[in-house]
């Protein structure tokens, strides 16, 4: 009978989470509410690298969180927001960092990279075009 | 040839990459506030609740502002060496983060007090400002307020060493930092 136990006490701790996060006082206007769940979702926790600061348990997490309500509660802009968080903690907290000389690779690379393939695919097919068509089929 | 030599290529470049990559910190996040005046606060004391620390206390000369809280384990690890520093001449400011008063004060009473003062910051507020992500952090303010280096983790001899003794050396001659020598040249 350990194992139950256990299962339930991890269960428990889990649960505990949940209304603790659930007890965060929210907007009455739901507008503003989702504007504070999107950028939440948004910004990167700096201290648990992994994760937005909706999703961290980190005590900065919840600063942050807490302080992102107060600018949006006084009628801050989702930009303002992120500027002063920015301005504090880098472009590091951005998950979709702003177009910066440093971050300029970051967004071309995908295009950049889609531009290789298509030319090595393009090459190739070239190649294959050029080959006489009466070629011998394997048996 | 190109056929070869093109996939050894990108594998060369793959492996300089994730060569440098993987040894990186990923837990060094640069601060976005080097090369930046200070983020003014003014806080009340630790000790003395009628009395202000404020960002003005720390012109005119170099100093360092070091976050601290009882609850933090590693605070009580690099709190040994801070004494050695403030003994050696260094004012050092504390930025007293989330902390119960009472804790904080029999911290100091018990292990001794390394800070000229200490500014209590019970919601982290002027922690937010600095762009501090926990404690223990170590900043190091030029005499013009401008924030020179910054330390996540405890502040040991070595780190001292290797971090901040060559920054101090860059920004002020052996008047400006007279525990330089003290301190430093160990």
Known sequence: MKTPTLLVAVWLAFAAGAVAAAA???????ALESRYQALTHEIRCPKCLNESIAESKAPVAADLRRE??????????????????????GDFVLYRPRMTPTTFAVWAA???????????????????MNQPLDEELPP | MLRYLAPLAILVFIGVFFYFGLQRNPNDVPSALIGKTMPTFS???????QNLVTSDALAGRVSLVNVWGTWCVECRHEHGYLLELARAGVPIYGLNLKDDRTAAIDWL???????????????????????????????????????LHKHISPLTAQVWQKDFVPVLREHCGPADCPFLAAAGSR
């Open chain 2, 43 to 49: 806080l009340p004391s630790v000790t003395d609740p």
């Open chain 1, 68 to 89: 992102v309500r107060r600018l949006i509660g006084e009628g801050k802009s989702d930009d303002e927001v992120k500027t002063f968080l920015s301005e504090r903690y």
């Open chain 2, 109 to 147: 009473a018990r292990l001794g007090n390394p800070y000229v003062s200490s500014g209590f910051d019970p919601e982290g507020k002027a922690a937010i400002d600095w762009g501090v992500t926990g404690a223990p952090e170590t900043f190091l303010i030029g005499s013009d307020g401008t924030i």
């Open chain 1, 110 to 128: 995908p295009f950049v990279l889609l531009g290789l393939g298509g030319l090595v695919f393009w090459r190739i097919l070239a190649a294959r």
């Open chain 1, 24 to 30: 965060e006082v929210g907007f009455d206007d739901p």
